[in-house]
């Protein structure tokens, strides 16, 4: 019986049973979905960036339609990353990137997310300070 984990660890894996192909497969089926969703929220993140931007430029009153552009921003930003992330670890599992290139992926994005990270911290702060 091998070890759960053995698509990680070794580099010969030993010849699984039929019922340890299926739950591989789906577990490496539902990263490319999710990876496939993460993508599709932060183009529907977009789309809603360029619709509240619109009605904030064509508003007299244009703060909720800045406050609901810097939420699907958020959303949107926090999506790539998420989908970054999970595509990579996808073609790294199926064998279509190298274990040196998705690991020099991965740390950018890591590097990326602490950037946004950051970011949406004086979002937060800008937003507090604006409604005092």
């Given amino acids: 019986m091998p070890v759960p984990g053995w698509v990680v660890f070794c580099t010969q894996p030993p010849d699984p049973g039929p ?3 299926d739950s591989r497969l789906v577990g490496v089926t ?3 979905v999710f990876a496939q969703l ?3 929220t932060a183009y529907g993140a977009f789309l809603g960036c360029v619709i509240a931007a619109a009605f904030a430029i064509g ?3 244009a703060e909720p339609a800045v406050r609901l552009a810097r939420i ?3 959303v949107g930003g926090s999506a790539v ?3 970054s992330s999970s595509s990579t670890l996808y073609y ?3 064998g279509s990137a190298s274990a040196r290139s998705a690991l020099l992926v991965e740390m950018g994005l890591l590097a990326l997310t602490a950037v946004f990270a950051v ?3 004086r979002l937060i702060e800008s937003g507090e300070r604006a409604r005092q």
Avoid: K
């Fill in 81 to 83: 990353l998420m989908a």
């Fill in 72 to 74: 699907l921003a958020l």
């Fill in 92 to 94: 790294w599992l199926i």
């Fill in 119 to 121: 970011v949406v911290a």
């Fill in 19 to 21: 019922e340890e192909v």
């Fill in 59 to 61: 508003s007299l009153d």
């Fill in 30 to 32: 539902m990263l490319h």
């Fill in 38 to 40: 993460s993508g599709a």
